[in-house]
């Protein structure tokens, strides 16, 4: 609460008659200093409160439930329908008074407490508010181990993320929470900015939160142009999802400021949506709207961009189809400027070294030229061919790329095996049909080779495709090869600096 003292000298005794200890002990000086902290403590509390309620812009709150929304607000029913799966809600473990239970130990009083709200980015990151893992603040004591706050890493991992909270119009009650576990706070409050990203599991049914709700983009740049309508989706005071939107009012020093968009305790880290395109411009962290700086603020996502380590500091707007809505295949006949890197990778247990007369029939389905999401190398025609459910798993990754991707990038896949398998030189593998090259990504969306060496070089990105081949339901993924090693879920071996080798397992 209070901050130590500077390390600068005491005043000499006298200047203050007030402060000297004339009669009094310290015992009964250090008692008024508790009591002066219990009092400041109050006020912050109630200074907390007041600036939550204040934080609703105008006379009513005009907020709506995100599937009983009208479309008045500025934004259309679409854009809500679009956008709204992936904004989700933090919540508290209800097990605390177990899990802190011992002598020293504290649940605090969170326990159950549903907390803030935050949104799924890619990879299954959820981005939301810094101070929602902060050890102090809003007058609530969290868990404590040994007289001290436990840290804001395990405060992540005592939460949960409920999806689908919201009114279903049908019943005018609340739909079950979908929960998926937190597993680490990958990113906090970076360069002192109010942002965090954490890592989400799998629920209890085995699924990825991305995979059933998708994830929302992050623009690659700051949205500065005044009156844009913005739209933030939250759980305002931990009720169940709703809409509000209102214009840019301010852009200045890293914040966006709105001054028509209601928001409660609970909306903290609810993305900032741009109307023109769903893009995420930023992340709510504070109300204001009748007091202090007159709006509500959050900080927008060209800082955060700026202060994260893990993402693209800026990258092109890449505009791949031109109408979303309609066009799901990529013209793959055009020439494309590429090599045939050769790819050294781990053989199974068996030497395949040896297998040139073992004939592999069941390698006789051929990538198509044109799919969902995905351009192949079409010189290599001849060395895409692969087992029937290996090429099922390619369009599947295709199409859950392209699913969160509809305006953005798309995947490049180089080689696969020859028909009837066996070696492929200059390869020692890419034999049984199991084995698929895909391309790193680029910042500018080229459809050219990159090395993970190369400024254009998206890991971002990359991390993404990664995650997205992972999540695929038609085959497992045995390993992945790549030498940037600041991917998750990969392993080096030489001869991939400019490609992903994926090895599945049937």
């Known amino acids: 609460m209070f901050e130590k003292r500077n390390s600068l000298p005491f005043p000499p ?46 006379h009513t709150d005009d907020s709506q439930d995100v599937e009983k929304y009208d479309g008045t607000l500025g934004v259309t029913r679409d854009f809500v329908n679009q956008f709204s799966p992936p904004v989700g809600q933090l919540q508290w473990q209800e097990n605390l008074a177990d899990l802190f239970s011992k002598e020293g130990e504290s649940p605090g009083n969170v326990e159950g407490k549903r907390w803030c709200t935050g949104c799924l980015i890619e ?42 909270f919201q009114i279903d119009p049908t019943t005018d009650k609340p739909r079950p929470d979908d ?54 989706i939250q759980h305002p005071n931990g009720n ?9 009012i301010d852009h200045k020093k890293g914040q966006l400021f709105y001054d028509d968009i209601d928001t409660q305790g609970g909306s903290s880290g609810s993305p900032i949506l741009a109307e023109k395109n769903g893009n995420v411009v930023g992340v709510h962290t504070n109300g204001g709207c009748s007091g202090f700086s007159g709006a509500n603020v959050g900080v927008s996502i060209g800082a955060i961009r700026g202060a994260s380590n893990l993402l693209d500091s800026a990258e092109s707007p890449v505009i791949i189809f031109p109408n979303p809505a309609d066009v799901e295949t990529v013209d793959n006949e055009t020439p494309i400027e590429l090599e045939d890197t050769p790819c050294f990778s781990p053989l199974d247990e068996e030497n395949l070294e040896d ?3 073992v004939p592999f029939p069941a390698v ?36 859950l790329w392209f699913a969160s991707h509809r305006t953005g990038l798309v995947i490049g896949i180089g080689n696969i095996s020859k028909k009837g398998g066996g070696p492929v030189p200059p390869h020692s593998s890419h034999q049984t049909g199991l084995d698929v090259d895909f391309r790193l990504l680029r910042t500018d969306g080229a459809r050219i080779g990159i090395t993970f060496h190369h400024p254009n070089y998206s890991r971002t990105r990359t991390q993404a495709l990664v995650n997205t081949i992972k999540s695929n339901p038609i085959l497992k993924v045995k390993l992945i090869l790549c030498n940037d090693n600041k991917l998750q879920g990969v392993q080096p071996w030489p001869g991939h600096d400019d490609h992903l080798h994926v090895r599945f397992s049937k």
């Open 355 to 357: 297998l040139e007369a």
């Open 364 to 399: 006789d389905t051929q990538l198509p030229i044109e799919g969902t999401g995905y351009y192949s190398y079409s010189q290599f025609r001849e060395k895409q061919f692969g087992l029937t459910e290996t090429i099922e798993a390619i369009k599947k990754i295709g199409e």
């Open 13 to 58: 005794q006298g200047q203050n008659p007030e402060l000297e200890p004339s009669v009094e002990t310290r015992d009964n000086l250090v008692q008024q200093r508790e009591a002066l902290m219990a009092q400041v403590e109050e006020l912050d509390i109630l200074i907390t409160r007041v600036s939550s309620s204040e934080s609703i812009c105008g």
């Open 123 to 164: 990879g299954d990151k959820f981005l939301t508010a810094g101070h929602c893992f902060d050890k102090t603040g809003g007058g609530w004591q969290r868990p404590s181990r040994g007289n001290k706050v436990i840290s804001p890493e395990e405060i992540a991992t005592l939460m949960h993320v409920n999806f689908n």
């Open 179 to 232: 929960r998926f576990p937190i597993i680490n706070l990958l990113e906090y409050r970076e360069k002192g900015l109010d942002y965090a990203i954490i890592q989400l599991g799998r629920n209890e049914a085995g699924e990825s939160p991305s995979g059933k709700y998708g994830t929302l983009n992050l623009s690659p740049q700051d949205l500065t142009h005044i009156g844009s309508m913005l739209c933030v």
């Open 240 to 248: 169940p999802k709703k809409i509000e939107a209102g214009p840019l």
